[in-house]
């Protein structure tokens, strides 16, 4: 599965950003997607999934409400539609690809990841 990132970019605070993630090299819906991020000096954190269907969605709590995951079988493609953008969204923003039997919210259930693309939210 190889998996491209793309739609980072520079925002400014209370805007928006959908950053996109194509797939290939596989049955795209034969595996869940999620999208981690990671900051400077942080560790790579949770921040939305979505099952092969698209019918499950998952969140980090403090993203509930701004964010929202969404997919496109036919188009091998996973969204992650980003709102009411704060500084602190501000990090490289990575799509990775479940294709374990379950949906996980765990970065370590995840058997590709794309390069990531840049998020930077200014105050």
Known sequence: VQLQASGGGLVQAGGFLRVSCAASGRAFSGYAMGWFRQAPGKEREFVAAISRSGGRTY?????????????????????????????????????????????????????????????????
Do not use: H
Not at 65 to 91: C, H
Not at 98 to 110: I, K, P
């Open 59 to 123: 969140y980090a709590d403090s993203l509930k409400g701004r964010f929202t995951i969404s997919r496109d079988n036919a188009k091998n493609t996973v969204y992650l539609q980003m709102d009411s953008l704060k500084p602190e969204d501000t990090a490289v923003y990575y799509c990775a690809a479940d294709l374990g039997l379950y949906d996980s919210t765990y970065f370590r259930d995840y058997d590709y990841w794309g390069q990531g693309t840049q998020v930077t939210v200014s105050s």
